[in-house]
Each structure stands twice: as C-alpha cells, then as structure tokens.
C-alpha cells in the first residue's frame, strides 16, 4: 500500500482543502503517515498571506523531497498560485496545483507517474489564471474532519475587496460561493458522523451569495435546520454585513454561537482609508453595539495590523485607545507584511519592523488585559461546554471544551466525556487562558 502525507499551512479554509485531499487519497487507497515519516507522496497546502508563509512553504516542501528523495512531492495552494515561477523552478517540487484545482490532486499524481516510468523530468502543472479566467466554486466534500466535535465547513471561496496590504484575491480569484444543497448535504454527513457543532467558514464569508442571489443568513438557517447540529459559528464577517436585521434574525436562532470574529485592522479611519477597508470605525462600533444589543455578552474578536505604511505614532495611539474602548475578548495582532503585487508595497513612509515590534507588543499587552477580563466575567457563573479532549493538570485528569463563547473551560473528571454537553458553575481560573468548571454528575 503506497503512502502519504499531508501537512498544512495557513486559515482554515486551507485546512478543510487539507483535509478533502487526505479524504481524496485515503478513497484511492493510499496509508495515510504523519508527515515526519517516510511516505510515497507529500502534500503541502501551502499559504501566502505573509512573507514568513511563504518561507515556511518553501521549507516544509524541501523538508519532505529531503525525507525521501523519490517521493512524488505535491505544493498546493496559495503560495504556488501566487509564484508559480518560482515554484516551477524549485527542484523539490515535482507537482504544483493552484486553486481551484485540488479536486485534481490523482490525476496530477497519475500523470507524473507516467511521465516518470517515461524518463521524462517536466513537472506536472495544474496552476490555472485564476485572476482572469472565470471559475467555478470548487466542490470538494468531507464526511469527517481531524477536529473530534467541531467540523469546519467551507461554503465560499475567492474575494472582490482588494484591501491594499491583501494577496489574497489574486491567490484565491474572485468571490464563488458554494450551493446550499450541497453545503446541506455535507452537514448531514458531518452529523450523522456524530458531530454536533459546525463552523462556517470562507476566504471571505460575507460575500457567500453574491454570486448566486444568495445570502449568507439564509444559508446559516438552512443549516438551522439539521437537527443533529446544535451548535453553528461563523468564520470571519465583514464589518458591513452585521446591520440590525442581520444581527436579530441571527438572535433568533438558538444553535447560534455568539463568537464573532469582525475584522477590523486599524481603529484610525485615515489609516483604514489608505488600506481600502470600506467602513469607518464609526460603523464598526454600531456593529459591535448591535451584537451587544440582541446577544448577551457575546464574544467579540478581531485581527489588527501594526505598522501599516504611513502609520504614525498618533494614528497607532488612536488604534489602541479604539480597541481599548470596544474592549474585544481576543485579538490577533500582526506586523504588517510587505507582499508584492499589493498597492501598499509600493506606498511611502514603510515602518521599519523595530518599530512594528514595539507596537506589537503593546496590543498585545493589551489583548490579555482585555481577554483574561472578559473571561473572568463568567466567574460564578452557569454555562454549558461542549467538552472536547482530556487534559493532565498538577496530577489532575480533566476533559476541556468550549462554551458557546468560546471560552476554553476544564472539568475534573476521569471519565472519557468527549462530544458530551455538560453544564456547570465556573468555580475560577485553572491555567492561563483556561477556566475550571463544577459540574454535578
């Protein structure tokens, strides 16, 4: 039985791919080994969005041809979609498949075979112009994931935005969204497989729709439907998408995790303008006072950008005095990378990276402050957890999982209780990040 191995980089939505190419081999027959091991074929979903992704890609690609020098070595994704040149003439790569592509990944292996026996060294190329070339959504599918409770879904693909700092419409093309029917279908799957909660996520999931006359809020209520799912979060949104219908219609549907993620990236409008973000922070903060309306205490997260071109001092202290008053639950910081192609690349008045570390450093300060608070606002307080894998502590077994906030909590317990619902009083906090919780079995 020939073997393979996969390995994943960059969002989730690449992890689902990740996962359909595994489900792909693992149908043709193929052993499925830890990357680390000697296999036949290595798969490497490769990401783009920042210049250490792209070094990264490069080595995990060379790490393989190195493990076994007569692997077919596969580089997938965002990275080989974005410099196709470069990868072509990258002596460890022997396939390259672009997005919108991947549902090609035995065809591609079946030609190089060929070609192999054939004496012939010309890579196989599946990099299609994904920029200037309409395309389809493309249908790959799951019947289970690597995640044991949670199963993320990809329902959409590409973006039209064009943010100025952003690769990735040229990496992903524009916005496809997937058929409801068939993101229906593949919840079934997923929860006939036992699963019980479903994250819907997109390269830009707002726009799911657009497309096609859809809308993603009646995409989120079909999936309402399936009985055996209990509980849906939502990937990323876009600012613009959570207007008062939007937000009360979601309210209304109890499975609905109150977790959004609102990408943000500055809290200065002078720098949002000059990253082509099409809200201010004015309609931001509306966003954010419409969620904490209808849902009580929801969890708020975001992505902010330090050091963007052209940022001042005072237009970074706007920024954290802004994220200071929104009082987010988390927040992922990034230094802003410089990707060619992008309009930012070629702006003035680039922030030498001393000086993105610095900021850096406070918002992240900052992000624990605002975190660690939220968190201890459910001290005392009664929620259910859907408990996910077991835990060693100070000698101490314990099963953690998530409330609907996705607030990581830990109940003492030898008792394997994963995929199990459980309610209970938040007794205080146990780790760094991690709440203990009472329960009364």
Request: hydrophobic content about 35%; charged content about 30%.
């Amino acid at each position: 039985m020939k073997k393979a191995a996969l390995h994943n980089l960059g969002c989730k939505v690449n992890a689902y791919e990740t996962e359909a190419m595994q489900q792909i081999l693992e149908q043709a027959g193929y052993e499925i080994v830890p990357f680390h091991e000697r296999a036949d074929v290595y798969v490497i979903n490769t990401c783009s969005v920042t210049n250490m992704a792209d070094r990264k890609s490069r080595q995990m690609l060379h790490k393989a041809k190195k493990t076994n020098p007569e692997a077919i070595v596969i580089a997938a994704g965002c990275y080989v979609q974005t410099k196709e040149d470069e990868a072509a003439l990258d002596e460890s790569i022997d396939i390259v498949i672009g997005n919108n592509k991947k549902h090609m990944l035995l065809d591609a292996i079946e030609a190089y075979e060929k070609k192999r026996q054939g004496n012939e060294a010309e890579k196989v190329n599946e990099v299609v112009d994904i920029n200037h070339v309409k395309q389809d959504y493309e249908e790959l599918h799951l019947e289970k994931t690597a995640e044991h409770t949670r199963a993320f879904l990809k329902v959409q693909d590409g973006c039209n935005q064009f943010c100025s700092y952003c690769i990735i419409p040229f990496a992903r093309g524009r916005v496809r969204s997937r058929k409801a029917e068939d993101v229906l279908a593949e919840v079934e799957r997923l929860a006939a497989h036992g699963y019980q909660e479903v994250v819907l996520t997109g390269i830009h999931l707002s726009s799911y729709g657009v497309d096609t006359g859809d809308d993603l809020l009646h995409l989120i209520e079909l999936v309402h439907g399936v009985e055996q799912i209990k509980r849906i979060r939502l990937g990323s949104l876009e600012p613009r998408i959570v207007t008062e219908d939007f937000v009360k219609r979601l309210s209304e549907l109890e499975k609905i995790c109150p977790h959004f993620h609102l990408s943000l990236q500055s809290g200065c409008d002078t720098v949002l303008k000059r990253m082509n973000r099409r809200y201010d922070t004015k309609e931001y903060e509306a966003g954010c006072a419409l969620l904490r309306k209808y849902f009580s205490h929801p969890a708020i997260t975001t992505d902010v950008i330090v050091g963007f071109p052209g940022e001042t001092e005072e237009e970074f202290q706007m920024t954290r005095e802004y994220l200071e008053r929104i009082h987010f639950y988390e927040m992922h910081i990034f230094k802003y990378s410089k990707r060619e192609g992008t309009k930012a690349a070629v702006m003035p008045d680039q922030v030498d990276e001393q000086e993105k570390t610095r900021r850096s450093a406070i918002l992240l300060e900052l992000e624990k402050k605002m975190s660690d608070q939220f968190r201890m606002d459910y001290v005392e307080k009664q929620v259910t957890v859907l408990l996910e894998e077991a835990m060693e502590w100070n000698g101490k077994t314990y099963f953690t999982g998530y409330t609907k906030e996705y607030v990581k909590v830990a109940v003492e317990t030898k008792e394997n209780l994963a995929n199990q619902f459980v309610t209970g009083t938040i007794k205080g906090q146990l780790t760094d990040g991690v709440l203990e919780l009472m329960v009364e079995f």
